[in-house]
């Protein structure tokens, strides 16, 4: 298994461009969600999915999109980059609800937004 | 609403002491408590969580945790630290029946041989 892979490992961005960052696990967990890791900030929960064509939101979602249309993957999109987006983007992934179980996590995208 | 605190930034110990790591906690009903641990440029990795039962909950490396609903703490410990156990330490809380797991603002364990 290769767990829960991410791309790009590094990018950077100049204001107002978009992106996608991408996020896949091979373990058929249902549960996927996308965490930011800013400096004494901790992890916060931007959006998450409990199965495929089911999304919300989380602490975080302003700026961001994301959607599930396979188990398998949970893209989120950027669709115009701030400064304040710069951050460290991590993918998890669990079987059962996130609140309750054992999340697996991705290497994570750290991006940079001029 | 959930939140979780964890007070020190960092936490120096030296090899062979025994180490804690504290989290306190605030959640309406029963909390689901778990501890994270991320090494340098690594996603974070699970070590143990409390749902239920035993207060002392046994985890991955040798780490383990006392949950105390008196003191609203769920501490880290590990009777003799490694270097290796130098990490970014995170807590964090949720409960029963919801999505959203809350993360503390994670803690800096540097133990010197």
């Known amino acids: 298994n290769a767990g829960v892979t991410q791309t790009p490992k590094f990018q950077v961005l100049k204001t107002g461009q978009s992106m996608t960052l991408q996020c896949a696990q091979d373990?058929?967990?249902?549960?996927m969600s996308w965490y930011r890791q800013d400096p004494g900030m901790g992890l916060r929960l931007i959006h998450y999915?409990?199965?495929?064509?089911?999304?919300d939101q989380g602490e975080v979602p302003n700026g961001y999109n994301v959607s599930r249309s396979t188990t398998e993957d949970f893209p989120l999109r950027l669709l115009s980059a701030a400064p304040s987006q710069t951050s460290v983007y991590f993918c998890?992934?669990?079987?059962?609800?996130?609140?309750?179980?054992?999340?697996?996590f991705g290497p994570g995208t750290r991006l940079t937004v001029l | 609403a959930q939140s979780v605190a964890q007070p020190e930034d960092q936490v120096n110990v030296a090899e062979g002491n025994p180490l804690t790591v504290k989290c306190t906690y605030s959640?309406?009903?029963?909390?689901?408590l778990f501890w994270y641990v991320q090494y340098p440029n690594r996603g974070l990795q699970f070590l143990l969580k409390?749902?239920?039962?035993?207060?002392l909950v046994k985890g991955s490396y040798g780490f383990e945790a006392e949950f105390n609903k008196s003191q609203t703490s769920f501490h880290l410990k590990k009777p003799s630290a490694l270097v290796s156990d130098s990490a970014l330490y995170f807590c964090?809380?949720?409960?029963?029946?919801?999505?959203?797991?809350?993360f503390g603002t994670g803690t800096r364990l540097q133990v010197f041989p």
């Open positions: 998890a992934s669990s079987y059962s609800r996130q609140g309750t179980d054992t999340q697996y």
């Open positions: 373990m058929n967990h249902e549960y």
């Open positions: 999915s409990v199965g495929a064509g089911i999304t």
């Open positions: 959640v309406s009903g029963n909390p689901y």
């Open positions: 409390y749902i239920t039962g035993d207060n």
């Open positions: 964090a809380v949720s409960r029963y029946n919801t999505d959203k797991l809350i």
